[in-house]
């Protein structure tokens, strides 16, 4: 279980619109399950349509800003402008969250224009996929 705020939702889905028809990226930090940050990263990959590679620049200051702040880097996440929220081979083959095995992969589906879905997977090192449930709670960004 973790728990995400409306507007910190309602942020990466905002995030995933304005970069569509590009696939977006960032990182989500708090604790003890609650994110508390969104933190929105640049997508290097070349095809950046159907890839996403996070900047290693971006994922460098953001890990040092969580470190500093004494939080926790809870997941990635990243947009599917056409497919569903559910991750890719190529998700799992260059999973991010490798280095940090707690780490959630936050996929946010723009499949359905006028509804965008998130959702939240696990994914092992062996590429196990399994899903975690997202709470919606009252707060502020
Ligand atoms: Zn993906």
Same mark, same amino acid.
């Given at each position: 279980m973790i728990k995400l705020t409306r507007p910190q939702l309602?942020? !990466?889905i905002a995030h995933a619109r304005e970069g569509f028809p590009h696939e977006i990226c960032g990182i989500l930090s708090?604790?003890?399950g609650q994110v508390e940050t969104v933190h929105e990263a640049t997508n290097v990959a070349p095809n950046p349509r159907i890839r996403f590679s996070?900047?290693?620049?971006? !994922? #460098?200051? !953001?890990?040092?800003?969580?470190?500093?702040?004494?939080?926790? #880097? #809870?997941?990635f996440y990243h947009s599917h402008c056409h497919t569903q929220a559910y991750p890719s081979p190529t998700d799992v083959a260059d999973w991010p969250g490798r280095w940090y095995p707690d780490a959630l992969a936050f996929i946010c589906s723009l499949m359905d224009e006028e509804?965008? #879905?998130?959702?939240?997977?696990? !994914?092992?090192e062996d590429g196990q996929i399994e899903e975690a449930q997202i709470e919606i709670v009252e707060g502020s960004v």
């Open positions: 309602d942020m !990466i708090g604790q003890n996070m900047d290693p620049k971006d !994922i #460098l200051r !953001i890990t040092d800003e969580i470190d500093d702040g004494g939080r926790e #880097l #809870l997941g509804r965008p #879905l998130l959702r939240a997977f696990h !994914i092992a």
